[in-house]
Structure formats: C-alpha cells, structure tokens
C-alpha cells in the first residue's frame, strides 16, 4: 500500500527557514519521482521541486530557485524540503506526491503536472507571517 505522510509545517517568521519531510512507504524511491506542490484558497496548486528517478534528477519551480533544496534518503524512504529566506508569497499547503511516469519522460516540464502523479500525501500548513 502505497503511502505519504507529510510533516515539518508551522508558523516561521519572514526570512526564517523550515524542513519539511516525506514518509514514504509501499514503493522504492528509485523508481519514482517525488514533488512537493503547494496550494492556496482560490489558485491552482502549483509544483515546487521534484527528486526525479534512480539518479536523483532535481527541478524547481523559478520562484523558489537558490532558496529551497530538495534532497531524499532512500534508506529511510523520505524526501525533504529545505525551505530557507521564506516570503509571505510561500504560505500555502504543501503536498508531496508520486510519480511512476515522470522518471520516463521526455519532457522535463512534465514534473510538474499534478495530473501525472497518483498518490498523495495529506498536506502541511506553512504559514510565513511576522
């Protein structure tokens, strides 16, 4: 049974920093990618940063590049995502999901197309707020 739990959110004042992890269970990390989303009321949710694939392709979203690093432990079976300088702009729920098909493409912008992953952690709240 495949499965994704997400923890680390919380309340960070601007320019703080927080980690947030992926419990995975049910798959190997190897063959899958695994992307973090984000989404607030009212807008569609968006990719952040996807760990692609047994050799670890690693992409992100523009608005995030040189703030957040996304990195896994595969004997541990959990991703993270290093959030630091964080804005107002990055309060949202943040999912991690998982890809059979991504690690195959051929398209790199297919990452982060929410409609090509299948399993779905529950969310975390991340509120950056002074």
């Known amino acids: 049974q495949v499965q994704l739990v997400e923890s680390g959110g919380g309340l960070v004042q601007p320019g703080g920093s927080l980690r947030l992890s992926c419990a995975t269970s049910g798959f190997s990390l190897d063959y899958y990618a695994i992307t973090w989303f984000r989404q607030v009321p009212g807008k569609e949710r968006e990719g952040v940063s996807c760990?692609?694939?047994?050799?670890?392709?690693?992409y992100y979203a523009d608005s995030v590049k040189g703030r957040f690093t996304i990195s896994r432990d595969n004997a541990k079976n959990s991703v993270y995502l290093q959030m630091n300088s964080l804005k107002p702009d990055d309060t949202a729920v943040y999912y991690c999901?998982?890809?059979?098909?991504?690690?195959?493409?051929?398209?790199?912008?297919?990452?982060?197309?929410?409609?090509?992953?299948?399993?779905w952690g529950q969310g975390t709240q991340v509120t950056v707020s002074s």
């Open positions: 760990i692609s694939g047994s050799d670890g392709r690693l």
């Open positions: 999901a998982a890809s059979i098909s991504v690690p195959y493409m051929t398209v790199p912008a297919i990452w982060s197309d929410k409609a090509e992953y299948k399993y």
